[in-house]
């Protein structure tokens, strides 16, 4: 089976989503945003530190979803 891809439709949602992106960020506290790019650089450093197999990546994201902290 062989996949198609869609360069121009790729590029549409990838301008799309950092529209929206660029809209959220101005419209929330600067502590709103930086707080959830500073978990996700921290996230990323701790993951690139680690052996985490992708389903002990899903079952620690199910746990702090549930806390109510996003990942």
Request: charged share 35%; aromatic share 10%.
């Amino acid at each position: 089976m062989e996949l198609s891809f869609d360069r121009k439709r790729n590029r549409a949602e990838r301008l799309a989503f950092v529209r929206y992106y660029a809209k959220w960020v101005k419209s929330v506290p600067n502590e709103v945003w930086s707080k959830q790019q500073a978990d996700l650089i921290d996230s990323l450093i701790a993951g690139s530190r680690t052996d985490l197999s992708p389903e002990s990546y899903l079952k620690m994201a199910r746990a702090r979803k549930k806390k109510g902290r996003p990942l």
